[in-house]
């Protein structure tokens, strides 16, 4: 009997641990490093898988302060500085839809609301992306690029919203 109670307990605590390994898989987990245009420490993201999108945690510093700035998914991962961060590519857009929230074919999956920079050039802010995965399928996310824009996206113009220079770029990992 004590045998039989001891391995319940064993494959309980076993089936447990896989079910928690593969939520913990499933939702995931993922950051970037984010560099300005002269290649300077700027800050990180982290990046959380949920049911319905991804959860981006902002902590970043050296932005143009006191205004709004475009934040985007941008294509491939590869943020060279010496390029302006045109290396990172275009916005992340699996389906070919318009930019912007106020195109009436839009938006796409790199679209993501203007930040509110502070005074002091930081941003800390969380934002949620319904439109992404960090992993698997066409709209995942990891291995791109995460892109700060000089100025903010005016949510219509093709194909990127009028946002400026890029000013700060990180690559998922």
Same mark, same amino acid.
């Given at each position: 009997?004590?045998?039989?109670?001891?391995?319940?307990?064993?494959?309980?605590?076993?089936?447990?641990?896989?079910?928690? &390994?593969?939520?913990?898989?499933? %939702?995931?987990?993922?950051?970037?490093?984010?560099?300005?245009?002269?290649?300077?420490?700027?800050?990180?993201?982290?990046?959380? =898988?949920?049911?319905?999108?991804?959860? +981006?945690?902002?902590?970043?510093?050296?932005?143009?302060?006191?205004?709004?700035?475009?934040?985007?998914? $941008?294509?491939?991962?590869?943020?060279? $500085?010496?390029? &302006?961060?045109?290396?990172?590519?275009?916005?992340?857009?699996?389906?070919?839809?318009? $930019? %912007?929230? /106020?195109?009436? !074919?839009?938006?796409?999956?790199?679209? #993501?609301?203007? =930040? #509110?920079?502070?005074? !002091? &050039?930081?941003?800390?802010? =969380?934002?949620?992306?319904?439109?992404?995965? /960090?992993?698997? %399928? !066409?709209?995942?996310?990891? &291995?791109?690029? /995460?892109? +700060?824009?000089?100025?903010? !996206?005016?949510?219509?113009? =093709?194909?990127?919203?009028?946002?400026?220079?890029?000013?700060?770029?990180?690559?998922?990992?």
């Amino acid at each position: 009997m004590r045998i039989r109670s001891m391995f319940r307990i064993v494959v309980a605590g076993a089936v447990g641990a896989l079910a928690a &390994g593969s939520a913990t898989a499933e %939702g995931g987990s993922a950051s970037a490093a984010f560099f300005d245009a002269a290649g300077k420490d700027a800050g990180t993201a982290t990046l959380s =898988q949920t049911a319905s999108g991804v959860l +981006i945690d902002l902590d970043l510093s050296g932005l143009p302060a006191g205004g709004w700035v475009a934040f985007h998914v $941008h294509e491939t991962g590869n943020c060279d $500085h010496t390029t &302006g961060h045109d290396s990172a590519g275009g916005h992340f857009n699996p389906t070919g839809a318009a $930019h %912007g929230y /106020l195109s009436a !074919d839009g938006p796409h999956a790199g679209d #993501m609301p203007n =930040q #509110m920079v502070a005074a !002091d &050039g930081t941003l800390k802010a =969380q934002v949620f992306n319904p439109m992404v995965r /960090l992993d698997g %399928g !066409d709209t995942a996310i990891r &291995g791109r690029a /995460l892109m +700060i824009h000089a100025g903010p !996206d005016d949510y219509e113009s =093709q194909p990127s919203g009028k946002a400026g220079k890029r000013h700060a770029c990180g690559v998922i990992e």
